[in-house]
């Protein structure tokens, strides 16, 4: 029988301080719509959606570098209304970049037979980067929703696209691609 991709949709960082907060990054809400679309269709053929939130803790590593931002508990660690979690999606909260350090996300995506992921959030080159680089180092087929992507500078955006195609054979697609049906499954072969 011919393998067919389950794909779960990964959302990182999409969080008060990262859009408009501590961290506010005006490129990030182009994405809000085409994410809230990616979503919807996601919930709709039965996709994961899992959310990968910072939720800092005092002396983290990142606040030498970013300062204090997405403290645990915090208002601004909370995901922005527009793209709030339904039921059945799943935070998990992290405290470096790469959404899969310590958060449970491997386990929870091999228990459901979750072989590719779709990365959404912020930033292409930091957290998105990250968590791309633990999936590809877990096995994942890695698929990039380019306007679900943002980062702080066109250049950052496109450097961390380049390097996740380059170096984990990342596809990277529109949401009209990603949610034309089947076409997933052949991106991620
Ligand atoms: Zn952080």
Redesign the pocket.
């Known amino acids: 029988m011919e393998h067919v991709a389950k794909p779960a949709v990964i959302v990182a960082?999409m969080l008060v301080d990262f859009v408009s907060g501590a961290l506010a990054n005006p490129a990030s809400q182009a994405t809000i719509a085409p994410t809230g679309r990616l979503l919807e269709g996601a919930r709709e053929r039965g996709w994961l959606v899992c959310y990968v939130n910072?939720a800092?803790l005092p002396g983290?590593s990142?606040e030498r570098i970013?300062g204090a931002?997405?403290m645990a508990g915090s208002a601004g660690a909370q995901v922005i209304p527009e793209l709030r979690p339904q039921p059945g999606d799943v935070e998990f909260r992290k405290?470096?970049?790469s959404g899969f350090h310590e958060t449970g996300l491997d386990m929870y995506l091999r228990q459901h037979g979750v072989d590719c992921v779709i990365l959404t959030g912020q930033h292409a080159h930091i957290?998105v980067q990250h968590t791309a680089g633990s999936a590809f180092i877990a096995g994942y087929r890695i698929v990039l929703a380019e306007d679900c992507i943002s980062a702080f500078t066109p250049d950052d955006q496109a450097a961390g696209i380049a390097y996740m195609e380059q170096m984990y054979g990342a596809v990277t697609l529109n949401v009209d691609r990603v949610l034309v049906d089947g076409f997933v499954a052949d991106a991620a072969r």
Do not use: G, L
Request: charged share 40%.
């Open positions: 960082d910072d800092h983290d990142e970013w931002h997405a405290r470096y970049y957290c």
